[in-house]
Nanobody, 126 residues
Framework: QVQLVESGGDLVQPGGSLRLSCIAS????????IGWFRQAPGKEREGIAC????????YYTDSVKGRFTISRDNAKNTVYLQMNTLKSEDTAVYYC???????????????????WGQGTQVTVSS
């Protein structure tokens, strides 16, 4: 059974940090590009970061560039999102997703992703 399970979401003060994890089971992450997405109440799901299967390419949306870092550990079948200098506008449910692709670079178009996790809540508030 293909499954992605996110964890690490929490309530954190502005300026704080969190590390989200996404563990895959039922398949091997090594063949997939991986993306992190988020959805705030009343807003559309937004792609914020991705990493391609050979780790040669990453992408960050402007709002998180320089603050968030995506990484993967294929041996652990796990992907991470390190989030620093968190802001109130980062409050959302965060999702990981995977996509099988032959592109040399990753993209964050949600409709191109094959499998999704259930999400983990991140709340940034004082």
């Amino acid at each position: 059974q293909v499954q992605l399970v996110e964890s690490g979401g929490d309530l954190v003060q502005p300026g704080g940090s969190l590390r989200l994890s996404c563990i895959a089971s039922g398949f091997n992450l090594v063949s997939y590009d991986i993306g992190w997405f988020r959805q705030a109440p009343g807003k559309e799901r937004e792609g914020i970061a991705c990493i391609n299967k050979n780790e040669a390419n990453t992408y960050y949306t402007d709002s998180v560039k320089g603050r968030f870092t995506i990484s993967r550990d294929n041996a652990k079948n796990t992907v991470y999102l390190q989030m620093n200098t968190l802001k109130s506008e980062d409050t959302a449910v965060y999702y990981c997703a995977v996509q099988y692709s032959n592109r040399p670079y990753c993209i964050v178009a949600p409709t191109t992703y094959n499998y999704w996790g259930q999400g983990t809540q991140v709340t940034v508030s004082s």
